[in-house]
């Protein structure tokens, strides 16, 4: 992005020539009045685009300007009328097949090479995307939605946690979306922006995990009525675990154990074994468990070993985090590459995602990722652009039960892919039935999908008790929760980083914060005009 040709960067040119679509807009306002600036424009930017490229072309301001630019090489042009706020954010949501497109030239429009006649213009069917709107606009009482602040607020001056992201969608359109407070309870910590990435923890599982082991059952690679022996022999077979069937497993009914604090093992005197960890880099010790801290990889076997030696409990439910550390043996196995890799090229990348990412140091600057927690007893670090989970960090960040970053925007689009059972910006990734089966409660007396949360069957437990049986979600450690309800057509996301800088903080739980919010979110939604 530059304000004017002059200002490209001979970098920023590398990435241009490069690349296969190329966005450009011009507007009118910033032209002077004497007609060559544009003709000079012409004869530098255009001529040096790569003809190979596709290039969109949008026009904000007097359409006149046309009149000084040649077309031929253009695949697409958009006249975006005024040049404000509003116009260029319905422009790019067009582009982005967020917002249908059926406007047509009032008279005829002529270029340097080209004339388009009056009543000339394209119409296209926005693709299902998420798109931005206004509560208003679809009889949602906006007074109503703002109640939603002040909760907020109280949840940062009562220390439930620094700052959060709260976004709300109804009807496929974001209606509600503000961030609030500080990254940090420093006092020179920076304000929490929409584009700022959270560690979203156990929403890890159904954000990533069940979204590719969803995708991956849609082509026949993956299905809940098979067993761990059925997909990973070689990693289980001898032991008691062989036996354990996937859906049982991803409904949190297999008889696992919550958790294992595998990294206690890994200490000596209370300090990191050095014959386990390194603080450089290297073939023997090339996962990074947070800054300056590297573990053998050799070392995942011996977790894996120590979940073998915990026995098995009764096959009723009980959360835990271990059913996601056989998924993502599977589905890699399946894949054949790391989950973060498949899931950035074949899932979030198509559907345009740029902040749900693994490892986020690797794409973001730190000082758009959240902090969590002040680790004093493992890492003994703030733990920052690395993720919170412990076992999580042991597998080098990239696990199935954590380690996804993500913004409360990005997050909003893959519940909604949900919600869209599986279709997104003329792509499919899952099918209907297969989403309509993971969203299912498992069993009776377990509230549980596959993978999916869901609410008690009196109503509430994760949720508002204003969600309905057919809402889905989950919550993460970290103070995050993501839900979506297709009777309602609303998806719901809160973010934050309770723990910061203590784990031990309880107060978004005890305060009932996330669900307080919730809950005024059904009431304007249910009580709209329709």
């Avoid at 509003?86 to 582009?95: D, N, P």
Wanted: aromatic letters at 10%; hydrophobic letters at 35%; charged letters at 25%.
């Amino acid at each position: 992005h530059a304000p004017n040709f002059n200002l490209i960067t001979a970098k920023d040119w590398a990435k241009i020539i490069d690349s296969e679509i190329i966005l450009l807009s011009l507007h009118a306002n910033v032209f002077s009045d004497g007609g060559n600036i544009i003709d000079s424009i012409n004869s530098q930017l255009f001529e040096k685009l790569p003809k190979s490229a596709k290039i969109i072309l949008s026009i904000f301001g007097d359409e006149e300007i046309l009149q000084q630019i040649e077309t031929k090489n253009i695949s697409a042009l958009i006249l975006g009328k005024e040049n404000n706020k509003i116009a260029q954010s319905l422009v790019c949501q067009t582009i982005f097949g967020a917002v249908s497109i059926s406007g047509k030239t009032n008279n005829e429009i002529k270029t340097k090479d080209q004339i388009y006649p009056s009543g000339f213009g394209i119409e296209i069917l926005a693709n299902g995307r998420l798109k931005f709107s206004q509560a208003s606009k679809i009889g949602i009482d906006a007074e109503k939605l703002s109640e939603i602040d002040q909760i907020a607020l109280n949840g940062i001056r009562d220390g439930a946690y620094p700052g959060c992201q709260i976004l709300v969608a109804v009807d496929n359109q974001i209606i509600y979306r503000k961030s609030f407070g500080n990254q940090t309870y420093e006092k020179d910590a920076r304000k929490v922006e929409n584009d700022d990435v959270y560690d979203i923890a156990s929403i890890t599982k159904i954000a990533a995990s069940t979204l590719l082991a969803m995708h991956l059952q849609s082509q026949d690679k993956f299905n809940l009525n098979k067993k761990l022996k059925d997909y990973i022999p070689e990693l289980i077979n001898k032991t008691e675990y062989s036996e354990i069937g996937l859906r049982e497993m991803m409904a949190h009914q297999a008889g696992l154990t919550p958790w294992i604090p595998f990294y206690k093992r890994t200490l000596k005197n209370g300090e990191l074994n050095p014959v386990i960890y390194n603080n450089l880099k290297s073939e023997n010790f090339k996962l990074q468990v947070a800054e300056n801290i590297f573990i053998k990889p050799s070392y995942v076997d011996s977790m894996y070993a120590q979940i073998f030696q915990t026995p098995l409990g009764a096959k009723k439910y009980l959360y835990s985090d271990l059913c996601y550390y056989f998924t993502q043996k599977i589905l890699e196995k399946q894949i054949n590459c790391k989950q973060d890799e498949y899931l950035r090229k074949n899932i979030y990348g198509p559907m345009g995602l740029r902040f749900a990412r693994y490892l986020p140091l690797n794409y973001f600057p730190k000082t758009k990722i959240i902090p969590t927690e002040n680790d004093l007893i493992f890492r003994k670090q703030l733990i920052h652009g690395h993720v919170h989970d412990p076992g999580a960090a042991m597998l080098g960040g990239v696990a199935g039960h954590a380690g996804l970053f993500c913004n409360a925007t990005d997050l909003a689009s893959i519940m909604n892919l949900f919600l869209q059972k599986g279709k997104c910006a003329g792509m499919t990734f899952f099918d209907e039935k297969t989403i309509n089966e993971y969203t299912k409660a498992q069993f009776t007396g377990n509230r549980r999908g596959a993978g999916f949360d869901r609410p008690n069957t009196s109503g509430g437990g994760p949720c508002d008790i204003l969600a309905s049986q057919e809402s889905f979600g989950h919550s993460g450690f970290t103070g995050t929760l993501a839900w979506a309800d297709p009777k309602d057509k609303v998806i719901f996301i809160f973010l934050s980083n309770r723990v910061n800088p203590d784990a031990e903080n309880w107060k978004l739980r005890d305060l009932n914060i996330r669900t307080k919010i919730q809950h005024v979110v059904y009431e304007a939604v249910q009580s709209r005009k329709k």
